[in-house]
């Protein structure tokens, strides 16, 4: 990828430059002509302010190429003064570094396009090469990496010898490779080594290095780099099966969060509950009204908001679920048909109420720092919400689990599904039983929506997309086995993240609900079938 | 007194009101009718534009309205229903007598009521960027079509990012299928392979976008600078952006220009991972012109809320509105037959500083912006083309469409072939 700053500066010998840099002073002259540059807001003038103020030496250089980059650089138009905001919010100007009280209202922020945001991180790959943060110079490295321009191999050659850095040594070494295999003049031996220690690194990049590598070049090479290209490949095809298997937990983990509260109010009570995607709904807006009385009350708390969002879209949802079971289902026991179609309206009436209290639109949830970005294993990227979500939803299956088991409410739930009539005539109050257990189906939706608002849009339509989902994975797994819903979410997400790339998107989906069906002829009662005399019940 | 004859004296009663109120409102007002859904999938996008519309109506009244008389909206909610949007538009020309409606977003609720439209002789205004291969004589398309957002916004990427290799993706009904069939012929037109567009659809509402994402990752990493085109609509683009942040593609690496994300779908998102990404569109809130500014100030004074954004299909319901009242004042006459044939020619500024004309198609001329999304929500505008871009019904780029063109003035056809000198052909 050439920058049109990288043809600029090739002709410069840019290892001198970077030495003169800390010694010289520039005073006066272009240095000063460049940073006016900025006011015009023009692309054009910005970028070839850029370059001339990258190898100008200048010692201001870098802090003003950073705050471009993160849009605090700032011009205005009429003096063509040019400031920038330090990360601590105190003001300076640009060219001198002198201290500035406040920043006109006529300044505006410096613009830029995708192009010049590019030529940036080259210039500040370049201004970093030596810099005293190890993290900064792999970073650096990186950017030569991905540039490959010539006119750096001096300056990489330097930074190369005095690194002592193990991971930054490895950069340094990767980013000289890359410069030597495109360079015209470099020996065959040269590319032969540098085709091998990109063969090392092994990535995707490292095999778009390869594959971009045409042209007229002595048969040995080509044949390396074929072979390379190869070996990079099969490697990265590995990657990918696990990667799938990686994305399919994931998947299932959401499926299983969306489905385990329909497991225990349909799987456990059979009342078909058509409302429930409305309680996952509820769950996410009560994250969002969390989060909105944190943004505007306590905003040191943002990433503790999810922390406090979970106790209370439980309590809000499942008061809800008591409330619907008490007023609606608790009439309509045994009729499945007209409980299916009271909660269906039931689930319209929620969806408005949503609406017209909070809108049509999309509501911003954030996600808590420690919920953003990623980090690689190997070659395959797991982000953090999903490994987050992917162990909440394990954590809170546990204490389903261990809450069935162990606690007096989870014993007399079980007596209850198992045989109604003996567990009455034993003592149970058994619509209090079936009130609480509707609750608890609930008010599991309403974490689970506080989960799925990380990864999805907090609208009144969140629900309604998990509906099907959730009962396909119920019935899938087996009615009334917690066991089953588990097995069934990761069944149908790994199956579903498989199929993904053979069949598309919408076909992968059709597929797996034609093997569903199928799979439900042959086993009517799911994965897990109950078994015994309560089945009949 | 019975029972039942309260019953029955009380219906009688809101019946005589009701007929009473109406019959008071036919004579001193113009009725137009909206046709937005107000619940279910759509509501989101299209609640603002039933508003917009009313906003509209309220700034001509205080104008002293249109032909001495006032405007009254007749509000109906076709509740993202499809069937229920013919129903809707059957009562509101029939039972309301409106002389205009403004309405639909999805192309299958305008497919839905064209019938009703043709056959009780209204007029629909459509907002909405859509496929185009359409030219109705009830209809008036004021959304771009695809000459008029998606062909521009490919040559930006060609010429200024030099893209090679393209990912086509959207959400799997007719319109991304439309658009990216002429896409796929337009980049082939331009000496693009084969290997080098991807093309991927996937449903409606698709929340797990990580094997797509990471899709786009590896065919971005071919040694050829990759953008992806993006004709996701509505709900799911929300978590495929929060992927493509969380996976790390920044638009340096691999920029994304997407056909349906305007302000109001960045306000459900933190735009900062996402900087850089692109829109087209033919209006963005930022453009700083005399007209959008007082717009956007009257529009939040009206809607009360100072953080209210605007959008493109608003500004596309505002030439509209304003292009119908010059053809109304023109004929002085609600007339729809008299109006249709008025409109043609009929010239309303728009709100980026120029003036839309509508055109024998029954299209309109609008500029086309290219937009960055920036880090708080809204769109730095990086491309503009140089003039105002007439809208093609037909796409020059389709086999079968080439040929044909809209004409509602001279040859009375909306899908005149060119070649056979007659009309009908496709679509007819």
């Known amino acids: ?537 | 007194m019975s029972r039942r004859r309260w019953l029955a004296a009380g219906a009688g009663l809101i019946l005589g009101l009701a007929a009473f109120t109406s019959a008071k409102a036919a004579d001193d007002t113009i009725k137009i009718g909206v046709l937005h859904s107000l619940s279910g999938t759509m509501a989101i996008s299209e609640t603002t534009l039933k508003d917009t519309i009313l906003f509209l109506i309220d700034e001509q009244n205080k104008k002293g309205g249109v032909l001495g008389k006032k405007l009254e909206a007749v509000v109906v909610d076709p509740a993202s229903n499809w069937p229920l949007f013919a129903e809707k538009a059957r009562e509101l020309i029939t039972k309301d007598k409106v002389a205009v409606v403004f309405g639909c977003w999805t192309s299958v609720s305008r497919k839905s009521v064209l019938p009703v439209f043709k056959e009780l002789n209204n007029i629909l205004f459509y907002p909405v960027q859509y496929e185009g291969e359409e030219s109705e004589r009830n209809v008036f398309y004021t959304g771009a079509a695809p000459n008029q957002q998606a062909i521009p916004a490919v040559d930006y990427l060609m010429k200024d990012e030099k893209v090679k290799r393209w990912v086509l993706a959207g959400t799997d009904y007719v319109y991304p299928r439309t658009t990216n069939k002429i896409l796929e012929a337009y980049l082939k037109s331009k000496g693009v392979k084969q290997d080098d567009i991807m093309i991927n659809y996937t449903p409606f509402g698709h929340s797990d976008w990580q094997t797509i994402v990471a899709d786009i990752k590896k065919f971005g990493s071919a040694g050829k600078k990759t953008a992806v085109v993006s004709t996701i609509n509505g709900d799911a683009n929300v978590p495929f952006y929060k992927e493509l942040g969380n996976q790390g593609i920044k638009a340096t690496d691999i920029p994304v220009v997407a056909f349906s994300v305007g302000e109001e779908e960045l306000a459900g998102i933190d735009t900062k991972p996402l900087i850089g990404h692109l829109a087209a569109w033919n209006y963005f809130e930022s453009i700083k012109t005399p007209g959008n500014e007082k717009f956007i100030k009257e529009w939040q004074a009206y809607t009360k809320n100072p953080k209210r954004t605007t959008n493109d299909p608003m500004e596309a319901h505002y030439i509209g509105f304003n292009m119908w009242v010059k053809a109304v004042e023109k004929v002085k006459s609600t007339d729809p037959d008299k109006v249709i044939d008025a409109l043609p020619g009929i010239e309303a500024p728009n709100l980026t500083g120029g003036v839309s004309k509508m055109l024998p198609n029954h299209h309109i001329t609008k500029p086309v912006f290219i937009g960055e999304i920036k880090g708080n929500g809204q769109f730095d505008v990086v491309w503009k083309t140089p003039g105002l871009v007439a809208g093609d019904a037909w796409s020059k780029e389709l086999e079968g469409s080439r040929d044909l063109i809209g004409d509602w003035v001279g040859k009375k056809c909306g899908n005149y072939n060119t070649k056979l000198n007659k009309c009908g052909g496709q679509g007819s």
């Open chain 1, 1 to 537: 990828m050439l920058t049109r700053f990288c043809r600029k500066i090739r002709a410069l010998p840019f290892a001198a430059l970077l030495i003169f840099a800390s010694v010289l002073p520039v005073m006066a002259g272009p240095f000063e002509d460049a940073v006016a540059k900025f006011a015009n807001d023009e692309f054009t003038d910005t970028d070839e302010a850029i370059a001339t103020i990258t190898t100008s030496g200048n010692p201001r250089a870098y802090a003003i190429v950073s705050a471009l980059q993160d849009g605090r650089l700032s011009a205005d138009p009429d003096t063509k003064k040019v400031y920038i905001t330090q990360s601590d919010g105190k003001n300076s100007d640009a060219s001198t570094g002198a201290p500035v009280a406040s920043i006109p209202d006529s300044a505006a922020p410096v613009r830029l396009n995708n192009r010049l945001r590019r030529t940036v991180e080259a210039a500040l790959g370049a201004l970093t090469l030596q810099s005293p943060d190890p993290a900064k110079r792999i970073q650096a490295a990186q950017s030569v990496f991905k540039a490959h321009d010539e006119a750096m191999l001096p300056a990489v050659d330097s930074a190369l010898q005095k690194e002592t850095n193990k991971s930054a040594k490895l950069a340094f070494s990767e980013a000289r490779a890359a410069i030597l295999l495109f360079k015209e003049d470099a020996t065959d031996a040269e590319k032969l080594e540098a085709i091998g220690t990109i063969k090392a690194r092994g990535d995707q990049e490292a095999l778009a290095l390869l594959v971009g590598l045409s042209g007229e070049q002595p048969p040995a090479i080509a044949r390396a780099a074929a072979n390379a290209t190869a070996s990079i490949q099969s490697n990265l095809a590995m990657w990918s099966a696990v990667q799938n298997a990686w994305y399919g937990m994931s998947l299932g983990s959401v499926l299983l969060l969306a489905a385990i509260g329909l497991a225990i109010t349909f799987g456990v009570m059979g009342v078909i509950n058509m409302a429930h995607g409305e309680m996952v709904m509820i769950g996410a807006y009560v994250t969002f009204v969390v989060q909105e009385t944190i943004r505007t009350s306590y905003p040191g708390l943002f990433d503790y908001s999810l922390l406090i969002a979970v106790p209370l879209a439980f309590i809000v949802a499942g008061a809800i679920g008591i409330v619907i079971e008490r007023s609606i289902i608790r009439f309509l026991y045994g009729r499945p048909l007209e409980t299916l179609l009271a909660t269906w309206g039931l689930s319209l009436v929620l969806q408005q109420a949503v609406r017209t209290i909070f809108g049509p639109n999309n509501r911003e949830v954030g996600n808590p720092s420690w919920m953003s970005g990623a980090f690689e294993i190997g070659q395959i990227t797991i982000t953090y919400n999903r490994l987050w979500i992917l162990c909440f939803t394990l954590a809170v299956f546990a204490l389903l689990l261990a809450m069935l088991r162990y606690t007096s409410l989870g014993l007399e739930m079980r007596a209850v599904t198992q045989n109604r009539r003996m567990a009455a005539s034993m003592g149970i109050a058994t619509s209090r039983v079936d009130a609480l257990t509707f609750g608890l189906g609930s008010g599991i939706a309403g974490i689970a929506g506080v989960a799925l608002s990380q990864i999805d849009n907090v609208s009144p339509n969140l629900g309604q997309s998990y509906i099907i989902d959730s009962f396909m994975v119920v019935v899938f797994g087996g009615v009334g086995n917690l066991w089953g819903t588990l097995v069934g979410a990761f069944t149908l997400g790994i199956a579903n993240k498989f199929m993904e790339p053979v069949a598309g998107a919408v076909l992968g989906k059709i597929a797996i609900l034609v093997l569903i069906i199928f799979f439900i002829q042959k086993r009517p009662r799911g994965l897990f079938a109950l078994k015994g005399r309560a089945v009949e019940a």
